[in-house]
């Protein structure tokens, strides 16, 4: 697909409205290509509200839906996989949580199974991005 960025706004929120927990949802795709704006367009689809973020652990966005607990997960910064271990995910997944996470090939062995893998690429139009795996 190739969407303007009002059209990826739209469809991320039409997949969070859809989303049921539990649900793990990856984005890979280069830098600037729009995986960030998809997951809070999801979150606003799951109606999502914002918790405090650990200050220490700025990696992992938390935030509750219907009184399911969501979170977002970069992986970006990870210099390891094994910096991937203390993220958490086998709580999340114990807790029956929704989480999107960026970058899930970063965090290797460590990252729970995906349910659905969304690929973002950039397009020769730059008001275009092209998304796969949706
Ligand atoms: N069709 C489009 N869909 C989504 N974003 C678009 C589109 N066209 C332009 N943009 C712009 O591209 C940028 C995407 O940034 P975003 O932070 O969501 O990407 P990212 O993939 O999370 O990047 P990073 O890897 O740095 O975290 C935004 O500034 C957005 O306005
Ligand atoms: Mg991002």
Do not use: N
Not at 7 to 29: I, W
Not at 83 to 98: L, P
Not at 108 to 127: E, K, Q
Request: hydrophobic share 40%; aromatic share 6%.
């Amino acid at each position: 697909m190739r969407l303007s960025a009002d059209e990826l706004s739209q469809f991320g929120e039409a997949l969070g409205r859809g989303l049921t927990a539990p649900a793990v949802v990856g984005l890979s795709g280069e830098l600037g290509t729009g995986k960030t704006t998809l997951v809070q367009a999801i979150c606003r689809g799951l109606g999502a509200q914002a918790l405090a973020t650990s200050p220490t652990y700025a990696l992992v966005h938390q935030y509750e839906a219907r009184g399911v607990p969501v979170y977002h997960v970069d992986c970006y910064r990870l210099k390891s996989p094994d910096e991937a271990r203390d993220v958490g995910f086998e709580d999340m997944m114990r807790e029956r949580a929704i989480v999107l996470i960026e970058w899930p090939e970063r965090a290797g062995a460590w990252a729970p199974a995906l349910d659905r893998h969304i690929v973002l690429a950039h397009d020769p139009d730059p008001t275009v991005r092209v998304i796969e795996g949706a």
